[in-house]
């Protein structure tokens, strides 16, 4: 840098960082929100893995094969086979389904009912009070504690594991919406929409719901995630999906016994499950970052 | 430890028999780099301050004006900013200084009071003890002095009962009062540099008034140079001997006070002045009377901007003003500003 | 201009003289709760006891520092919060008392503008459908492509260029916002506009756009204002009439002139001594209140002011001095207007 000019420094266009370099858009997506590309292409991986299962050389994944137990991955079977002979590759595959119809399926009931609830606590102060303890009540309780409590009362299926997860999540879906419409209530534009004669619905529709949407999305994928962590904990400890279905859990769950000889019936079902849920909460990241506006207003 | 590398950045300075100004900033940059582009916070400016004066640095927001004083004590986040050029106090380059070497500056030699009180306090320790820290970390005191010398300092900055408030927090003061505690913080190692940053904005106006006649009373009792960035040209008005105003990261003139107000050279300085409404204005003229505007907006920093900076919005402006970005020159006596068309030489008046 | 805010008989069907906003004795004393299950354990006396009116084509400022209880006043009127009591009279009917379905229509008289114009625009919503909420919801467009006109004329007028509205509030400057702003509350067509600091958040060049946009508005249309701020000069240059509110009560109210010449208060004398002027040549003798204002949870007895005034005897801190006319259209409170002197040796002088 120019060492002596004092006053008389014209302010030439000096850069201090070296030129940018122009990129695509794909390039520039990536650049700018890593996390949300990399947890996007994870999660797109495990959904076509779930949809195509049965065209990436799998087998029946229930076929019993009582000659072929407990075999190690070889180019037959790539992740070995388990102690009735099934090919654990194709469980692991067909697993996917199962693990992503589950987090899907309650992020978004969870999120719809706790937006419902969450907009009614927070527009109505009568119920607002007798509302809140209620989920205050539901949270004081483990939610995995709750979900096996609900499974008790019913058989196990999918759908069951569904509506049992799914009521052990909405209490915090419900607080975090009320917490938002209750601060979105207070924003001048809000005011100035009630000063400008919209009616109540109106104000909900239009200013309350579209900026609820984003913090709940966030929040529904951490949903999702912890939904999957759930179902596999319940198939693990046998209070969820039926065993004849292939779901990580399951697998885990029966390759538990054999542990030190076969560990392969654990480890890959364990991989899977836990990439999908790096996946889901990278993207779940993500999103909060890019649409958080203090962050995202910052130069 | 501290102290060992407090004597030496003093006595350095000192031995080496400095004579220039306290602190003289050339060609600072302060470049951020985003995802979008480089954002030329600061651009290029230059400016001194000698022992015991009052320089007001003035703008509007993104001016860069914050950014500079944060740059002179490199509380800038590097990366994603990079300062460049060079920031002499008392003749060191303090850009060449360690972090360690720094932090032995920041609060004794060149100390700073922001904008918000209740954030820049911390809400879990007595303000006793806030003041404390610094006179322990820099001057080596134990407990008790300290605690001493905050109750002087406390005294000294007119906050009634200080044996008492001493052992208060921060959120049992009221804003004025936090302001004051800032004030006794930053002064408590007798700093010859105090930098503040937009100090009364968040205060109500009578709070204000108090805050400012403190800050004068002190300054003329301890002889600290001050370096004010506001964007308040009536706050400017009361306290500075000198001002530098920016726009868009740059320096666009400089001058004494009175010389500014007087005679403004570079259009945005005429243009901001005659935008300040100015109390009793309806004294002089009867029926209401019109601010002058400046029309558009500031430019894009994130755009290297070629030219004048404020050519867009000039409306003195011509074809070079929009291709070749004029120099600080010295249009009088001490009066500089960054224009192709300010009059060169002081007409008489 | 304007007749005497506090004139009780009203004149024989004045319709003329009738003001276009009255507020009489007006409350707002916020309940404080200290948990989930126990009763209010106090008050924040907010607003305690105003009263002013704002004719049509007027200025109203409302000045004071903050917390004395001005933006209060100017969201009780919109009637964004309810009132304790009092009475707000729009063109002599009572709204303070309307239940919701009864006071919506008659919202399209009276709109507001805030200060931070980045959370006073929905940023899910165009420019274009900003604007056109107040004017469907009192359908005031026959169809979408009245409505598109309309919305284009209300960008003219807040000098806007038309293609404005096919964009997101992001997409604009804090100065552009704040027309934005301005033209959703023009759209319904409102004679009162509440301005609720609208240029405080704003730099000083781009203010001055703002207040010479106002008041050329104001001309142009033939609005009443309601400026709340707590910027001297500012109101100024924008008012008629100035109201100046210290803990929740009104203390001074005058013509402009008046007012800023010859302040009869000794709040507004400290308020206005307290401005710093952008001239390092003035010279003036500056009154430096002590103290900070007290809570409005407990205001001092007496008159308000008492605790910080340079002139306060016993006789300010027992009695609640009353807000009456001291001269044509100016109201003050203080007991030194009793004593028949204007400007006393000061019983305590300022240190």
Known sequence: ?????????????????????????????????????????????????????????????????????????????????????????????????????????????????????????GFIRVVDGVIMRIMDGLMSIPSILLAIALMALTRGSVQNVIIAITVAEIPRVSRLVRGVVLSLREQPYVEAAIAAGTTTPRIIWRHILPNTLAPLTVQATYIAASAMITEAILSFIGAGTPPIIPSWGNVMAEGRALWQVAPYIVFFPAVFLSITVLAVNLLGDGLRDALDPRLAKRI | MTETVLNKTQTAASKAGHTGPLLQVEDLRTHFRTIDGTVRAVDGVSFHIAGGETLAVVGESGCGKSVTSMSILRLIQEPPGKITGRILFQGTNLLDLSEKEMRAIRGNAISMIFQEPMTSLNPVLTVGRQIGETLRLH????????????????????????????????????????????IAMALACNPQLLIADEPTTALDVTIQAQILDLMRELKSRLGSAILLVTHDLGVVAEMAERIVVMYAGRKVEEATARDLFARPRHPYTQGLLGAVPRLGSSLEAKGRSRLSEIPGIVPNLKKPIIGCAFAGRCPAVTDICRSVAPAVETKAPGHFAACHHAPREAVAA | MSTAPMQTQAPPSGAARRPLLEVNDLKKHFPIRSGFLSGVTGYVYAVDGVSFSIDKGETLSLVGESGCGKSTVGRTVLRLIEPTSGQVLLDGKRIDDLPASELRPLRRRMQVVFQDPFSSLNPRLKVKDILAEPITNFGLASSARDVEERVAELLDKVRLPRDAMKRFPHEFSGGQRQRIGIARALAPGADLIICDEAVSALDVSVKAQIVNLLSDLQDELGLSLLFISHDLAIVEHITHRVAVMYLGKIVEVAEKSALFAAPKHPYTEA???????????????????????????????????HTRCPHAFDRCRQEEPALKAIGPGHLSACHLHDAGVMRPTPVTQAA
């Open chain 2, 139 to 182: 001057q080596g005191m134990d407990e008790k002095q300290a605690e001493a010398r905050a109750v002087e300092m406390l005294d000294l900055v007119h906050i009634p009962e200080a044996k008492r408030r001493v052992r208060e927090y921060p959120h049992q003061l009221s804003g004025g009062m936090r302001q004051r505690v800032m």
């Open chain 1, 1 to 121: 840098m120019s060492p002596d000019t004092a006053v008389a420094a014209a302010p030439a266009a000096v850069d201090v960082f070296p030129a940018e370099v122009q990129r695509g858009r794909v390039r520039t997506f990536i650049r700018r929100h890593p996390t949300i590309a990399l947890g996007g292409f994870l999660l797109i991986l495990m959904v076509v893995l779930a949809v195509f299962a049965p065209f990436l050389g799998t087998s029946d994944p229930q076929a019993l094969a009582p000659a072929r137990r407990v075999r190690p991955p070889s180019d037959v079977h790539w992740f070995g086979t388990d102690m009735l002979g099934r090919d654990v590759y194709s469980r692991v595959i067909y697993g996917a389904r199962v693990s992503l119809i589950v987090g899907l399926s309650v992020a978004i009931l969870a999120s719809a009912a706790g937006l419902f609830i969450g907009l009614v606590s």
């Open chain 3, 271 to 305: 308020l206005l001594s307290a401005v710093p002027l952008p001239d390092p040549t003035a010279k003036r003798d500056r009154i430096i209140l002590t103290g900070d204002v007290p809570s409005p949870i407990k205001p001092p007895p007496g008159c308000r002011f």
